[in-house]
């Protein structure tokens, strides 16, 4: 699970020896699953948080936390999940924090009719958009939107961890995945209508 | 037959169909060309997002390469960096602010009021280029910022600002929350008549209030003017226009208006921050004097020290003990008697008349208005005030980075930044008074002060930021910005020193980065304006 499992990396065998030493109280180990780890964090955060520095901060955050919670990290379940599970809870909490509430709430998205895609159209846009579009695109989405795709896409997420995760019924992460990808389309389809750089960021000239 | 939803198929490709559906599926794609490019459109679509998210496209920032551990938390550049601010706060401290402190101390302030002081100079006080007491005080409290930054694992950013600045206002209105005191509120006329008399504390707010009869304890009075003809026991304490003190008071008078007359008795001190002051030949002080004034005439008589940071001070009384004046221009009247140390700071040789009584000669020092290029307490100066401001920098830096990355981007909006700058360097005093003058809203006044002299104050820190940004390039991570924010803020520093246009050079900056603030913080309140 996750995509940070690079070739030539720890083996699933080093893994698991090095987390028994870490929970041991070995700072030696821990530098190693941290090493292994941090850089497929930092880069969740990156995706799910508004700024830089916010995903810096949570990722040395997301280590600590799961550090001082070793003890309770069931060793029979993959630690990918888990580290995820933390992550995906410590920035959701910094998310809700900060008042994005407003499109926390369900309500009428569940009602709300998905209009048909076109399967050509759809294509076209998929060789036209580069990935630092798509970035830029995910970027301007509602948090809990951004969330799911971040948490499907990037984490490799079941539909059940989303649902725990983001606290909705599993029934409903398939229709906030499908109305995500939609609104990501349509955030690309108007930028590319607008210009031709529509996407470079504020305030830099 | 009927074809697929999207939603079914997006199901499908993510496995989460059940069998018997998905072998319909599965079967119906195999004839229907629709649906299979309905289906090949979205597995590409998810392989497409997949490819853009797990893309790297940025390195991991290097403070983020090594785990943290308790005892790298605090590395060396940053004890380095701490060792240095206390160095300057407390050189600061003790060469400025503590000296001052005791002064007011014996005059019976407290820590607390100081605070009040310090805020209450900046507004009403025209010398305050003299003292420079905003930037020390802002050195404290960067200082005391800094102690929680260390402290802060335990507690959320935001809690603990706000328990500081909770425990601010606390202690501004502390000192005077009187227990069982008698409340008079209206915005008529308030007399105390002759023969009448309080046995309490008396608050009043009012437009005019007179007190003709007694008042036995502290009185205190939020008026358009506020004149005291008969007897008051305890303290005045009063934030009006105009106040006069014509009968007699047993304690001490603190007043904060535009004119304060006295031609009465004081049995203790006198502490006013007032445009004009005036002690008529028959005012009689029995302690102290401590005035920020823009005019002073000093007519009576006082019965120990004096001490004022004036405009323009014309002497003419007697002061029994010594005293102290920093002031633009000081004339000596021919009724003058000092039985104690004299010494005057100021721009201007003094005048003294020859009819004037001076125990021991005058001692002068006169200042110049330009800044002595020549001297090493100049460049001392300078580098004690890029320290104060690096330290606020650093505080900013460590409480709050998204903010200061955000106003160094707004920065880069000119036109935007400097308008809203230039209107809330202007509108802010104006908000503040109108909070001040209706009583209720005196609290938030100070509080609104407090952060404008903040945010003006760090404003040179956004500036200086970007300025470094613009040098060495833009930089990962702390570390990177803290580089940045000194050496912006050391060409800031020079450019200050530039003789005539150093002045307004600071100005502009103060006045861009407030702005940038400002608009950073509208953009926070509404991501929404912002991505538009």
Not at chain 1, 142 to 166: F, G, K, N, Q, T
Not at chain 1, 172 to 193: I, K, P
Not at chain 2, 15 to 32: I, K, M, N, V, Y
Not at chain 2, 368 to 383: E, F, V
Request: charged share 20%; hydrophobic share 45%.
């Amino acid at each position: 699970m996750g995509p940070q499992k690079a070739p030539g990396e720890m083996s699933a065998a080093e893994m698991v020896e090095a987390l028994a030493r870490a929970r041991a109280g070995s700072s030696d180990a821990w530098g190693e699953i941290y090493r292994q780890y941090a850089p497929a964090i930092f880069r969740f955060c990156r995706r799910t948080l508004p700024t830089r520095e916010d995903a810096e901060d949570a990722t040395t955050e997301v280590f600590m936390k799961v550090r001082e919670k070793l003890g309770q990290y069931d060793a029979t379940r993959p630690f990918s999940a888990w580290l995820y599970k933390v992550a995906t809870n410590h920035c959701w909490d910094m998310l809700r924090r900060r008042r994005v509430r407003q499109d926390l709430e369900t309500g009428e998205l569940e009602t709300l009719p998905l209009e048909h895609p076109d399967p050509g159209q759809l294509e076209q846009l998929l060789t036209k958009s580069t990935s630092q579009e798509v970035r830029r695109g995910l970027a301007k989405l509602p948090a809990r939107a951004r969330m799911a795709l971040v948490l499907r896409y990037y984490s490799d997420m079941s539909y059940d961890e989303i649902a725990d995760a983001l606290g909705v019924r599993r029934p409903f992460v398939g229709v906030l995945l499908l109305r995500a990808r939609h609104q990501l389309r349509e955030t690309l389809m108007q930028s590319s209508l607008a210009g031709a750089h529509p996407l470079s960021p504020r305030g830099k000239l | 037959m009927n074809h697929f939803d999207e939603m079914t198929c997006m199901l499908y490709l993510d496995g989460q169909l059940e069998a018997e559906r998905a072998r319909e599926l599965t079967a119906h794609t195999e004839g229907c060309a629709e649906c299979r490019a309905l289906l090949g459109a979205l597995a590409g679509e998810g392989r497409w997002l997949k490819e853009a998210l797990v893309e790297e496209d940025e390195a991991v920032p290097a403070r983020l390469l090594e785990p943290r551990t308790r005892a790298d938390s605090v590395p060396w550049g940053w004890i380095a960096a701490f060792g240095f601010g206390s160095a300057g706060a407390y050189t600061l401290w003790s060469n400025i602010l503590q000296p001052v402190q005791q002064q007011f101390n014996q005059a019976g302030f407290s820590g607390e009021n100081l605070l009040t002081v310090l805020l209450f100079n900046g507004a009403l006080w025209k010398g305050w280029e003299t003292m420079r007491s905003l930037v020390e005080f802002l050195a404290m409290t960067t200082f005391g910022i800094l102690i929680l930054v260390l402290l802060r694992r335990n507690w959320r950013r935001w809690t603990t600002v706000a328990v500081v600045m909770g425990a601010l206002l606390c202690a501004l209105a502390l000192p005077r929350t009187a227990s069982a005191a008698e409340l008079h509120k209206g915005k008529g006329t308030y007399t105390l008549n002759a023969g009448q008399e309080v046995k309490n504390d008396l608050i009043v707010g009012a437009g005019i209030v007179r007190i003709e009869g007694t008042v036995d304890g502290d009185l205190i009075v939020f008026a358009q003017s506020l004149r005291v003809q008969g007897h008051v026991t305890g303290d005045v304490i009063a934030f009006v226009q105009d106040l006069r003190v014509s009968g007699q008071v047993d304690g001490n008078v603190r007043g904060f208006a535009r004119t304060l007359i006295v031609d009465g008795q004081v049995a203790k001190n006198v502490s006013a921050f007032a445009d004009t002051t005036e002690l008529d030949t028959k005012a009689k002080i029995g302690h102290n004097v401590y005035l920020f004034s823009g005019v002073a005439t000093l007519e009576g008589e006082i019965g120990r020290d004096l001490m004022a940071f004036v405009g323009h001070t014309e002497l003419n009384g007697i002061v029994d003990g010594d005293f102290w004046i920093s002031s633009d221009r000081l004339a000596i009247g021919p009724n003058t008697q000092v039985k104690g140390r004299a010494r005057y700071r100021g721009h201007n040789q003094p005048e003294v008349a020859t009819g004037a009584k001076l125990a021991n000669p005058l001692e002068v020092q006169i200042v110049s208005r330009r800044p002595d290029y020549a001297s090493g307490r100049y460049y001392w100066h300078q580098a004690l005030l890029w320290g104060s401001a690096f330290l606020v920098g650093l505080a900013l830096l460590l409480l709050a980075p998204g903010i200061i990355s955000d106003t160094v981007r707004s920065i880069d909006r000119f036109g935007v930044s400097i308008g809203f700058g230039a209107l809330l360097l202007i509108a802010t005093p104006v908000v503040v008074v109108i909070a001040c003058i209706t009583l209720v809203g005196i609290g938030v006044g100070i509080a609104t002060l407090f952060l404008y002299l903040i945010g003006i104050y760090a404003g040179q820190c956004f500036i200086g930021t970007w300025l470094g940004e613009k040098i060495l390039g833009a930089g990962v991570g702390t570390g990177a910005m803290i580089g940045r924010l000194a050496l912006g803020l050391a060409v800031i520093r020079v450019l200050r020193m530039v003789p005539h246009v150093g002045g307004l050079i600071m100005a502009f900056v103060m006045c861009w980065g407030l702005g940038a603030l400002a608009v950073a913080l509208y953009w926070r309140a509404h991501p929404q304006a912002a991505a538009a």
